[in-house]
């Protein structure tokens, strides 16, 4: 018998199944252009079978050079320069907006308002207003919404949240998180940029770092009624392009203390100039029944500790490698001790805003929404006026 020869037709995944195909807008092809693009080719075949494909439509940047490098280098069918003529494009039903903190806003609003659905990188806004009006816009029009606070979907991050949610830590006393970077110190001769720039950015490592931390702070506790700050910029002045020295006007670091609603007591710090860190956002949750302690540098793993665990000798945090198949997310990469990483987190969180889109589900509450977004601005500014008044002061959404 002559040997069995099947043809797949190259439509690839969708071949398996009837996942509809998304057609996405990427505005931006730098750190987060690269890391989105990255995930929208690899969901299809990894979230499989995919609850939708990707279709790589067209992605928009300012260097017309730089941004055809990158639609050739992803596989995009086409590229603008102007962020109007991407949400012109009626292939485009997914806008994916990873530009700069001052590109969010306006582009987001006018997305909404033509029906698409939306991923914007975190910070939402560069201030709580900006975000309440990308907030309106995207309610108004019904369309999905997420914030891409990507931590969220690092397996070890959800398992933590799924331990509180069961009740296995009890009462919550303690949130304490810190994101520590170093790529703006003096030795990185770094100059200014526009992640030190307010007009940009709206804040330094507030803003940046903060807000994961912050928003891990909402997912695994609850909502903070009131915080206290202090900010500081350590390099005051930095040079810009032309080679003139320009005032730094954002934070390089700040430290806050925040109360919960639920009576539970945290701290929040973020820098960039922890000498040595790399990517360290860590945190640690004590409860009435145990702790849970994360670092980001190490993803894969969850250190707890179960009050009364027996035997009592052997007490003492311990480590669990979060790769097993009953892990979130993990039966869809490899198997048990054979990790994942940083890039992965954005494959599950594209997956869950496609699958809120495809089966009309709603973002929230494990993915962040606009909602959380703006609620992170809320936040961010209360930490902002705080450290400017020296008091301190209420969250009110
Ligand atoms: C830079 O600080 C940065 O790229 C942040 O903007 C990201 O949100 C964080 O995930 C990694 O560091």
């Known amino acids: 018998m002559s040997d069995q020869v099947g043809f797949v037709t190259m439509a690839g995944p969708k071949a398996q199944g009837h996942a509809p195909e998304i057609g996405v807008g990427m505005l931006g092809y730098a750190f987060m252009g690269k890391a989105h693009s990255n995930a929208f080719k690899k969901l299809p075949y990894m979230m499989y079978p995919p609850v939708a494909v990707p279709k790589l439509v067209a992605i928009c940047g300012r260097d017309e050079q730089a941004t055809r490098a990158a639609a050739e280098r992803y596989g995009y069918q086409r590229y603008y320069t102007d962020w109007r003529a991407l949400l012109d494009d009626d292939a485009v ?57 990507n931590y969220r979907f690092v397996p070890a991050i959800r398992l933590a949240r799924e331990l509180i949610e069961q009740g296995r830590l009890g009462q919550i006393y303690h949130y304490r998180a810190v994101y520590l970077q170093e790529w703006i110190m003096p030795h990185y001769k770094m100059g200014y940029i526009w992640r030190v720039d307010k007009r940009i950015a709206g804040s330094g490592a507030l803003g940046d770092l903060g807000a994961h931390i912050i928003d891990l702070a909402r997912f695994l506790v609850g909502e903070p009624r009131r915080v206290s700050a202090a900010t500081q910029t350590f390099i005051p002045e930095r040079r810009d392009g032309s080679g003139a020295m320009k005032k730094v006007d954002v934070d390089d670091a700040f430290v806050a203390t925040v109360e919960f609603e639920n009576g539970a007591l945290g701290s929040v710090e973020a820098t960039r100039f922890a000498a040595g860190r790399k990517n360290f956002n860590s945190f640690e949750v004590n409860g009435e029944k145990g702790s849970l302690h994360f670092n ?42 054979h990790i994942i990483g940083w890039e992965h987190t ?13 089966n009309d589900k709603p973002v929230a509450p494990y993915g962040a929404d606009f909602v959380d977004g703006y609620r992170n601005a809320v936040i961010c500014d209360a930490i902002a006026q705080s450290a400017l008044d020296g008091r301190r002061v209420e969250v009110k959404y």
């Not at 997914?94 to 530009?99: K, S, T, V």
């Not at 990188?121 to 975000?131: D, S």
């Not at 954005?346 to 495809?358: R, S, Y």
Request: proline share 5%.
């Open 93 to 149: 039903q997914l806008f994916d907006n990873g530009g700069p903190n001052d590109t969010h806003a306006e582009p987001c609003i006018v997305a909404a308002h033509k029906g698409k659905h939306i991923l914007c990188e975190k910070p939402l806004a560069r201030t709580a207003q900006e975000a309440a009006g990308m907030l309106e816009a995207v309610t108004k029009a019904g369309v999905k919404h997420a914030v891409a606070f």
């Open 296 to 337: 980001m540098e190490r993803l894969n793993e969850l250190e707890v500790f179960w009050v009364g665990e027996e035997p009592k000798e052997t007490q003492g945090f311990h480590q669990i490698n979060v790769s097993e198949s009953y892990h979130p997310w993990c039966s869809n990469w490899w198997p048990q001790g």
């Open 346 to 358: 954005f494959v599950h969180e594209i997956n869950h805003l496609l699958d809120a889109i495809v």
